[in-house]
T-cell receptor, first 115, second 115 residues
């Protein structure tokens, strides 16, 4: 049973560029959340997708956007990259909270470096 | 807004010793999660605490939740080197109208167990 898979593993971009990160949730999961983890910090919630809609958003600017597809996979897009966007981006999946008390399952993350 | 504070942030302990990591949170949280992260790796779920007075144990780790004090603890018994990692607690905030939720993580406790 495949867990949460993310691609790519590493990415190097320059300031001002745009990036797309991808996530496939664990089998049986329909909800995807994205987190940004700066070096030495805890993950910070970016947003959550369910039924192809953004359901909740953390304190991140509109440069951060996402999408969820009918197969529950998701993308995170970041426009106009800044040096401060350098971080580990984690995708987590779960079943919709109404039906499950289980924890979110995290992928291995995408390490994004901005030069 | 839910805020989560962990202490200590760094912990160096000898093998065989006991210690406790504390997690305080600012507002009502239905659930409390503990995760482990090894260097360069993703987050691994350790415990999900669902109610006041909940206690869960796995090996040398035991977690508890006091919702009245807004406090969770992670107790380490007779530490071994393999427990060296960063431990995060995360509070859970549900948005019932939207059917969504988010996790708010503490900054993490970096544990080093010295032989």
């Amino acid at each position: 049973d495949a867990g949460v898979t993310q691609s790519p593993t590493h990415l190097i971009k320059t300031r001002g560029q745009q990036v797309t990160l991808r996530c496939s949730p664990k089998s049986g999961h329909d909800t995807v959340s994205w987190y940004q983890q700066a070096l030495g910090q805890g993950p910070q919630f970016i947003f959550q997708y369910y039924e192809e809609e953004e359901r909740q958003r953390g304190n991140f600017p509109d440069r951060f956007s996402g999408h969820q597809f009918p197969n529950y996979s998701s993308e995170l897009n970041v426009n106009a990259l800044l040096l401060g966007d350098s971080a580990l981006y984690l995708c987590a999946s779960s079943r919709r909270q109404t039906y499950s008390n289980q924890p979110q399952h995290f992928g291995d993350g995408t390490r994004l470096s901005i030069l | 807004e839910l805020k989560v504070e962990q202490n200590p942030l760094f912990l160096s302990m000898q093998e065989g010793k006991n210690y406790t990591i504390y997690c305080n949170y600012s507002t009502t949280s239905d659930r409390l999660y503990w995760y482990r992260q090894d260097p360069g790796k993703s987050l691994e779920s350790l415990f999900v605490l669902l109610s006041n007075g909940a206690v869960k144990q796995e090996g040398r780790l035991m977690a508890s939740l006091d919702t009245k004090a807004r406090l969770s603890t992670l107790h380490i018994t007779a530490a071994v080197h393999d427990l060296s990692a960063t431990y995060f607690c995360a509070g859970y905030l549900a948005y019932s109208g939207a059917g969504s939720y988010q996790l708010t993580f503490g900054k993490g406790t970096k544990l080093s167990v010295i032989p």
